[in-house]
Nanobody, 124 residues
Framework: QVHLVESGGGLVRPGGSLKLTCAAS????????MGWFRQAPGKEREVVAV????????YYADSVKGRFAISRDNGKKLVYLHMYGLKAEDTAVYYC?????????????????WGQGTQVTVSA
């Protein structure tokens, strides 16, 4: 099992940037696929980006390609989501999650462990 804690959310103006950090604890982190998901009010939770434990394989939702970048530091047990060119539609609670499935799963049922989430609000 992997315990996850997200940080770095906040209020940012359209076009701005944020970096989210996910701190993990547990022995299986280095072999886990890590993902960032988000959930806006009234909407289902959706995948944002996923990174394989081996790197550099990664998956991005079409809505964030070219604007967001996911990375991980296995030694420090950290996962990052760098967000650039933020838009109002990026407003959501962002969750970090860990999966023990191989490959790059991009659906919520594939993930075993979840953080509590961090709010990102993009507004002028």
């Amino acid at each position: 099992q992997v315990h996850l804690v997200e940080s770095g959310g906040g209020l940012v103006r359209p076009g701005g940037s944020l970096k989210l950090t996910c701190a993990a604890s547990g022995n299986s982190f280095s072999n886990s696929t890590m993902g960032w998901f988000r959930q806006a009010p009234g909407k289902e939770r959706e995948v944002v980006a996923v990174v394989d434990w081996r790197l550099p394989d990664a998956y991005y939702a079409d809505s964030v390609k070219g604007r967001f970048a996911i990375s991980r530091d296995n030694g420090k047990k950290l996962v990052y989501l760098h967000m650039y060119g933020l838009k109002a539609e990026d407003t959501a609670v962002y969750y970090c999650a860990a999966s023990r499935q191989t490959g790059i799963p991009n659906s919520t049922p594939a993930y075993d462990d979840w953080g509590q989430g961090t709010q990102v609000t993009v507004s002028a």
